[in-house]
């Protein structure tokens, strides 16, 4: 499987990018940058002639267009021709209006997942990042349900061909069905990057935990978040 740059110079040069058909985890606190991750992969596909896709289940859509564009990633253009394909899982309540851009669902209904998974197949996405869903979320859901979603969601981005990116906040507690379900999406997943907030050094830091196939640094890689995203300084 080809590997798909980052667009975070040095970590590209580290590992060569992202394996198309895996599926990645991003764990990590709030706030240590696991969602400008995702963002600036996506927005790296974009620019190299790419169809992406978001599916945003932590805010409403246009906010997290703002997001995008606070880096000069303007997501806007690429929606209007369909090369970015918005989706929203984050509940959304009348009589707030509905995004036109914006492809709305429930994460509980599975099979609506599977159409707008074959939907985002059919248009040729190479991307696909989800998130931010905190571990809680997962205590919400019997394993007899989730089971199948993880299931399908390696064999989607494996057989299509598409390098799927979740996002999930870390627990400050887990109950044991909170560390259960985490258990299996971390065993199922391809590969894990861990991001935390050093205190010692008052810097952001990631770590390459898993990265299948891959040759990979062990430790924590301190970095910045800038106006262009995230840099990781040469060693």
């Not at 995702?38 to 289940?57: I, K, N, Y």
Request: with cysteine; net charge negative.
């Amino acid at each position: 499987m080809p590997k798909l740059k980052t667009g975070i110079l040095e970590l590209d040069h580290l590992i060569g990018g992202i394996e198309s058909g895996s599926r990645t985890i991003l764990y990590g606190p709030p706030g240590s940058g696991k969602t400008v991750f995702a963002m600036q992969f996506l927005w790296q596909g974009l620019r190299s002639g790419e169809t992406v896709s978001f599916d945003v289940m932590d805010k409403p859509f246009p906010r997290l267009r703002s997001y995008f564009k606070s880096f000069g990633w303007d997501i806007a253009p690429y929606e209007a021709k369909k090369q970015f394909i918005s989706i929203q899982a984050f509940p959304h309540f009348e009589p707030y209006p509905r995004d036109p851009h914006v492809v709305y669902f429930d994460l509980e209904d599975f099979e609506e997942m599977k159409r707008i998974d074959r939907l985002l197949s059919d248009s040729k996405v190479a991307r696909f990042a989800a998130g931010d869903f905190s571990e809680h979320m997962f205590a919400l859901y019997e394993l007899k349900y989730m089971l199948p979603v993880e299931h399908w969601t390696i064999n989607w981005c494996h057989f299509d061909n598409i390098a799927n990116i979740d996002i999930m906040t870390e627990a400050t507690q887990k109950d044991p069905a909170t560390q259960r379900a985490t258990d299996l999406d971390f065993n199922t997943a391809h590969n894990l990057i861990f991001f935390r907030f050093n205190e010692s050094t008052l810097q952001r830091e990631m770590r390459l935990v898993k990265l299948e196939g891959c040759f990979h640094p062990l430790e924590w890689l301190p970095f910045t978040i800038t106006e262009k995203g995230i840099q990781i300084p040469k060693p």
